[in-house]
């Protein structure tokens, strides 16, 4: 056989190797490797995740992860797994997941409303972020950043005010905390600061009344007249009488914050608690629970008047009625007493 032929025939496998080569690349590359049949998924990679969680957070999406995994390793990700939340769009190839995976970290939607103290918040917030709520209580409770902020431990769910916000969701439970308390600054803007100067409180004690306002009237129309009834009564120095106190001191000494009280009793408003409000005068200790923000606003904005009374109204259910003395109060106190008692609530 000549030369020239054995270099041709040397050529020619080094044309076949490298066409196998390249349709090899090619395929690990760039043929679509999803499967599902929405248009996108989303993939959970914790922080400090491994090759193994990454295996386990992407195989239900990929038809292959064994070409992903060498895709992956070429481009050097396997070494350096980001974590966060990411999208993979039905069609995406092997070099289009790794770019997604590398530079793609989506926020979440982080929302929270109601809680009635920070384990349930934590417990709340662990569901939409990846830290555990254990990790969030212990940095809610975090007596050196309660202290630096102006928090203790009565107020310090005042800190965290319900809306919707957007984070990363690998974000720490301490990285959380801190960007609540830049949230809780920007909500207490100049104007908000001044009206609460106005009525005489601090920011933390108008989210106490709020809480109570809250709880009183789930009519958001409403609120602004029963922040002036409980506004009024601080300026008498009379005792604010709020019956969602007393159901406050109740859970909070028997340690179920489940139980469901329809009815407070007589014997109820003796409880010796500072968050019993027909016993001890002035504010509670801190919040009931954690007001929405119309509440806040609704103590920041009180409709002015005359009423120091008010008591459910039983033609109209959700409302209440407003007596600006105590015998007008007792009549539309009968009412709801007979219609209570004809409900059999005794609890």
Not at 196 to 206: C, S, T
Not at 236 to 254: F, G, N, S
Request: glycine content about 6%; overall charge positive; charged content about 20%.
């Amino acid at each position: 056989m000549g030369f020239k032929r054995i270099l041709l025939i040397l050529v020619l496998a080094g044309l076949v190797g490298g066409g196998i080569f390249a349709y090899i690349a090619y395929g690990t590359f760039f043929t679509p490797n999803t499967n599902f049949n929405s248009d996108e998924e989303f993939v959970f990679i914790p922080t400090d995740a491994s090759e193994n969680d990454l295996e386990k957070g992407l195989l239900p999406l990929l038809k292959d992860f064994d070409t992903f995994r060498s895709a992956a390793n070429i481009k050097g990700y396997l070494s350096n797994i980001k974590a966060g939340r990411y999208k993979i769009t039905k069609g995406m190839n092997n070099n289009e997941i790794v770019n997604s995976l590398r530079s793609g970290n989506l926020p979440v939607k982080v929302s929270f409303n109601n809680q009635e103290n920070v384990n349930d918040l934590a417990g709340r917030i662990s569901s939409q972020i990846e830290a555990d709520s254990i990790s969030l209580v212990t940095a809610f409770k975090d007596t050196g950043f309660l202290n630096s902020n102006g928090f203790n431990e009565a107020n310090m769910i005042s800190l965290y005010i319900p809306n919707s916000y957007e984070f990363f969701w690998n974000t720490s439970a301490t990285d959380f905390r801190d960007r609540m308390l830049k949230e809780y600054n920007r909500f207490w803007n100049e104007a908000r600061i001044e009206k609460a100067k106005v009525l005489g409180l601090q920011p933390n004690e108008v989210i106490a009344l709020a809480s109570i306002v809250h709880k009183e009237t789930a009519k958001v129309d409403e609120r602004p007249t029963v922040a002036g009834v409980y506004l009024n009564r601080l300026k008498k120095r009379m005792l604010l009488q709020a019956d969602p106190t007393v159901i406050y001191a109740i859970k909070k000494e028997t340690g179920n914050f489940d139980t469901i009280i329809k009815r407070v009793l007589y014997k109820d408003l003796e409880m010796d608690s500072p968050y019993n409000t027909y016993k001890y005068a002035g504010l509670p200790p801190g919040p009931i629970a954690m007001p929405d923000i119309t509440a806040i606003d609704a103590v920041l904005n009180p409709k002015i008047h005359n009423y120091y009374y008010f008591v459910a109204n039983v033609e109209k259910f959700g409302y209440h009625m407003f007596a600006e003395n105590l015998t007008q109060h007792n009549r539309n106190k009968e009412q709801y007493i007979r219609w209570i008692n004809a409900q059999k609530i005794n609890r």
